[in-house]
């Protein structure tokens, strides 16, 4: 399988490198970055000295027409420009952006830009769509606190168990880019918890979106912020339930909803760090009356973007869903 | 005035003598540790060195019969085998153990150990119980994360806005002492957030006793974790209202209750660096149509231990609660 | 005493601001920024809300005429700009920025500019220039590299002990200031030490220049790097002797030198939170055969810049150089 | 190949498990931990759970009788208790203890114990004792600030350029281990950077004799520190030439030395986290008159611990030496 991926130079990209190189079937042949054009990866990637040989070209959909399948890790309102022309030359397409999670309206509302080449595309959390996935050329990757916030309460809205559920969530601070900011910046983060788009985060839509399709009236509430750390995103869902479960009986619906999950560990405490680098979502839970604690813990590097990138590849190629992907976290 | 402090080896003791240090009424002449008797004060803080020329004496009250107020910090259940001869020796106690927070039958519950020498006493936040403090002698000091949580819905809870509210918050690791374990140990904390006593924290009883003072009938629910930093207790409200309250409405609120509170501060944004060393509390607030989010930062160890007991000792004396208590944040 | 600053929005301003709310003899009058022109100090500097009603004003020299001394804490290259101007108002100027740090010549060819208004001034290290400082209209402050660096040898090179030394230092990023940029972004900097400017910093002719006054044949080599954290220096002097000498002999020389210092604190350990906040210099001394290492720790911010800006300001005006400044670490 | 762990339950236990999980060769089929004895890999390496399905037993050797090669990864004294079984039984030894790192009279004074069990091994880095190692039964891991500071500076030692070398070394601080101590504790290490050990370090004799095998008349001085991150190990080493060497000329010499190393990779700048996770060495080189400046970085846990015990162990197995290793490292 030959791969490429349109925008090779942030963190998404890199990661997408990162994961690629230990992949026993898939072959990076081409990778873009207009501002690195004809630089080796190393020089831009210096982690990854000695994996590849490649050199940047530029984004237009011609260098690509070799691959299988193009990863597209660019801005939001950039995938569109790549997409559509890819999938006509034949190529599938995993896009990372947000471009492909919402509808048009939903989207242009969300992001505040016309969407000018609209595609219907398989939303890409294989534990929820693998099915489709299989069959998809063009998937899209979802947001990193979608994935962890999904994840986590899936298992209760299947049974339309959710009143309501508040997402408290943190994440390392490359959800925010290789671009240096206020936001990012070291003295800022530090000794800190940062909450920003404290009501408002355009991740929200699409958390609705698919918990709507397991239970329809639930109501969802969400709070994202930063943690000082690089990797990481840990969900505490404060879920207000239908009637009372014990831990043991949370414990039994989620075991039989990830049932054939190999990416999906129940654990009695989750750790960020004992997900870090890989591609498992860690859950644990909680019960107290009628709130349910469930707290799940993913890298947002890994399966909150290129990692489950990577495992939705796999499908759309027949492979098994881990294939490249069992490697174990980087723990301590 | 004279001060003791039992139990002064530790985080809450050391924060005690260098808040001391820079009060213009207040000479520490008696502090107390077992482990570390005879030794002066900087062979235990360091960081003191050229502050203090006291040594270590061993708890007896007798060491104490000088002076005007004696803080007990020390473990949960130990400050009752003091506070009463203090008291009958006419000095005034600051307990920062859990001591005297709770009714007899509560804290016995909670914190598993029968109260030998139970007494009625202030519970010790300025800002709601200001005028009971200037006439106390015996004033518990509340833990670390009720004086977050409290301070941040107190504003909602007299006005009986609240259905329920979600307490999500971290606090810096030295709320868990300067003893080595498990849980303070590096490699556990670094790159991690690590929730604990997911849904059953002995400070919830404290919350909600609080509270009820001003609204009976509202829900409360609290999860409290660790982050990867030394100080402060950032504090997520998520808050379900009775009715909407827009921004400005909810800004005007807290204004108000807040009046002629020192420490109180209404900001746009906060932030733990910006509270840090300081013993304010401050605030801020968002809407999104039923819900309200009040984030509040503290140090947990100056307003959310040693710095509110000076605050408390201040109106005790007389003073106004601010002296010697008036030092910015150390930002950034 | 009425005190100006001009370039007030920095880090360095922002702390000169902190310092200066605690100082019993100072009042701040006028403060400069030219981009936050008519703001507020607390629109800048959240964290200082409440201690300061002051607005940034432009830094002409004409809003300064009523200050009996200003600092400037501007960019290399333009302090020069105001100097001159102030001393001839009869106004006394601490200057944080490089730009009289070294002779004329020394400065344009370590700074790459022209060295338009050069005066002589004197160099800010009380424990070294104490006399000279009390006596000055003019000081330039030092560098917060060779702060850590030349305190923690002088007693060395004062008795002609040295045949070289190597200085490893190790910085907090606010040393690198208040934009952000790659080296303060956070993934860059977090589980990382970060050498830069490995054998040509340009505070090595300051380093040099000082030391030289005491012993004229050493040779000096110096390397600096940042670490994980906002504040503090950490300088390991590896010193290479003429002759041996044990533990015991390096602590009196030390105590003898520093006799008269109250900033300075030798201590068994040095630790870089036991100074934090603070103007203290700790430093801590071994010895094996020909080498001794001195370790000295210091806040960047405060001994390194601010703190040690208002010493010099203190001895200018015939107060005790600790006034205002007594001010416990931050610890931990 | 059959392998097993003799003290799995610790770091680099659990990293040896992570390593070798990815490993085509190798299959884990013994584990032991007196602790632990019985209990499943994953209650003890939480990160590890779907990776293994082993449980730990004791450490008799007949536990492992069926391996063909063991790794000690005991505390110094005790290797010495399984090693000399293991190869009479035929089966290989890789120690990560210091046992067998130092002649038996430099280990019992440098380490304050009497060896009970004194065999010749091979000290275990690749990059300069490749040959013998593939030919060896008993490889003594080398210590991690060993491999750092030898890598350094090897190729200058070959080319006897160096009349004198200092260490300054910053290591994260899993190399204290898993136990939780003052020296671990949180807020004991945030926002510091700690020396220890200052001049005498156990680590040094290790250093001396691979150096001296090089070139006999080099001084060398060392000093370690913890900074506040996991993993890595930086090595500043300040080096003392014999004549000048240009940066060109020194890169030329690394790169005639390493050749044939797949994991030294030479860099313009060096950095932890572009090394974390993976076997790498990076290096940078930089010159100043007569000194040169090198600047390893590793991960202590990998290349300076269980990666090059794998690395070793590919070799013994007339593997090539990165099989299994070819792992990117986790930036950022």
Redesign the interface.
Known sequence: MKIGIIGASG?TG?EL??LL??HPEAEVSAISSRRFEGKEVWKV???????YNLKFCTPEVENFSDCDLVFTAVPHGEAMLYAPKLLELGIKVVDLSADYRLPKEVYEKTYGKKHTAYLEAVYGIPEIHREEIKKANLVANPGCYPTGTILAVAPLAKLELIERV?F?C?S???GAG?S???F????????????YK???HRHLPEIVQELSRFQQDLKV?F?P?V??????I?T?A?VFLRGELSREELYKIYEEFYRDC?FI?L???V???????SN?CDISL???ND?A?V?SAIDNMVKGASGQAIQNMNLMFGLKEWVGL???????
């Open positions: 963190y890199g490198l990162r190189a230990m990637h210096a982690f990854l000295k000695g994996f508040v408290d943190k390392g601070i490359t290789e240096p900011s206020d990012t910046h070291y003295p800022n983060l530090h000794e800190s918890i940062v909450p404290v009501t408002d509430y709070t912020q943690f000082p750390g690089s990797r990481g840990l505490n404060h190999y560990r654990q009695d405490e750790k960020l760090i004992q997900v870090r680098g498992f909680y019960s107290a709130r604690v707290i069992k490697i174990p976290p980087l723990f301590p």
